[in-house]
């Protein structure tokens, strides 16, 4: 079983930046990507920004020019840096990763989730 452990949420005023972190441990083989997705209270979780192993980033039209994600693949940690922060980003963010253990079949995909930090952006 992988564990996500979120850090970094908290309560900042419009304009301002914040660093979200997460660390994927346990029976790991290969993480295949990782991604930060956010939800607010009656809608449906949405895609912030994900990174694949192979390939490049891509991000939520509305975090677009501000958000950027960064993965360390040696501690199979996620960073979301997010500047310029507006009251619409206010939401709990959560952690996700794709990975592969060294018992299950070669290929088989399974999907992580951390239990989510709160970002607050209000004056």
């Known amino acids: 079983q992988v564990q996500l452990v979120e850090s970094g949420g908290g309560l900042v005023q419009p304009g301002a930046s914040l660093r979200l972190s997460c660390q994927a441990s346990?029976?790991?083989?290969?993480?295949?990507?990782m991604a930060w997705y956010r939800q607010v209270p009656g809608k449906e979780r949405e895609l912030v920004a994900a990174?694949?192993?192979?390939?490049?980033?891509n991000y939520g039209d509305s975090v677009k020019g501000r958000f950027t994600i960064a993965v360390d693949w040696i501690r199979n940690t996620v960073y979301l840096q997010m500047n310029s922060l507006e009251p619409e980003d206010m939401a709990v963010y959560y952690c996700?990763?794709?990975?592969?253990?060294?018992?299950?079949?070669?290929?088989?995909?399974?999907?992580?989730w951390g239990q989510g930090t709160q970002v607050t952006v209000s004056s």
């Open positions: 346990g029976t790991i083989f290969a993480i295949n990507a």
């Open positions: 990174r694949p192993r192979q390939g490049t980033a």
């Open positions: 996700n990763a794709d990975y592969e253990t060294p018992y299950s079949k070669p290929g088989k995909v399974f999907a992580s």
